[in-house]
Every structure is written in structure tokens, then in C-alpha cells.
């Protein structure tokens, strides 16, 4: 599967933005789609993440509240729509797919559980 992340920025504390994942190739109803991000001199850490068939949606502690993650089946498409944006959002953002239902894997948080990733897109949130 092939990825392309889009939608990042520079904003202002309190912003919003939406970031867009396109998936092209081999794509299956099976996967998982997540997203992490990554500030400099630190690991990538994860975000959200969707269940492609069932649309069931995962959540890190510091997002859940303002960050929501979508998809779009027709268009292969997986949004995350960023709001309340915070200084410490602050990164560069990957999509991910992984072969793997997620409603029944317990290390979904985990990079090392996708298979493919998408080129960063930056984030930036001015104070």
C-alpha cells in the first residue's frame, strides 16, 4: 500500500487543521490505518487510528477530545482533524497502514505493528 499524508502547516495556539492520508495499491478491508507523529531528537509516537471496515477509532491520552480520525472507503481516504492545536503538537506527522484487524490487537500503539508508512507532513503550532 502506498500512502500519501497532505495537510500540514503552520498555526497559531488554538487552531485547527486537517491532515489527509490518500491510500493507493494493494488496499484491503483488513487494515489498520494509524497515525503518528514525530518532534525532533524523540521516537514516533502514536496519534489515532482507524479500523478500515468497522471505523472503530483509537486514541492517544494527549489528543483524545480534540483530535478525530476519519475515513473516507470510496476515496481510500483517512482524515485527522486537529483542533484546540497546542505548541507541544508540534511535528511531523506519518500515516500508516498495517495488515492487521486492530479491534483485536492490543499493541495497536506500536510502529512496529504497520507495514507501510507515508512521507511526513509537517505540523507547527506558533504561540
Known amino acids: 500500500v502506498q500512502l500519501q499524508a497532505s495537510g500540514g502547516g503552520l498555526v497559531q495556539v488554538g487552531d485547527s487543521l486537517r491532515l489527509s492520508c490518500a491510500a493507493s495499491g494493494h488496499t484491503e478491508s483488513s487494515y489498520a490505518l494509524g497515525w503518528f507523529r514525530q518532534a525532533p531528537g524523540t521516537e514516533r509516537l502514536f496519534v489515532a487510528a482507524?479500523?478500515?471496515?468497522?471505523?472503530?477509532?483509537y486514541y492517544s491520552n494527549p489528543v483524545k477530545g480534540r483530535f478525530t480520525v476519519s475515513r473516507d472507503n470510496a476515496k481510500n481516504t483517512v482524515f485527522l482533524q486537529m483542533n484546540s492545536l497546542r505548541p507541544e503538537d508540534t511535528a511531523v506527522y506519518y500515516c500508516?497502514?498495517?495488515?492487521?484487524?486492530?479491534?483485536?490487537?492490543?499493541?495497536?500503539?506500536?510502529?512496529?505493528?504497520?507495514?507501510?508508512w507515508g512521507r511526513g507532513t509537517q505540523v507547527t503550532v506558533s504561540s
Open positions: 482507524i479500523a478500515w471496515r468497522s471505523g472503530r477509532t
Open positions: 500508516a497502514a498495517g495488515l492487521f484487524t486492530i479491534d483485536y490487537t492490543t499493541n495497536y500503539y506500536s510502529p512496529v505493528v504497520y507495514d507501510d
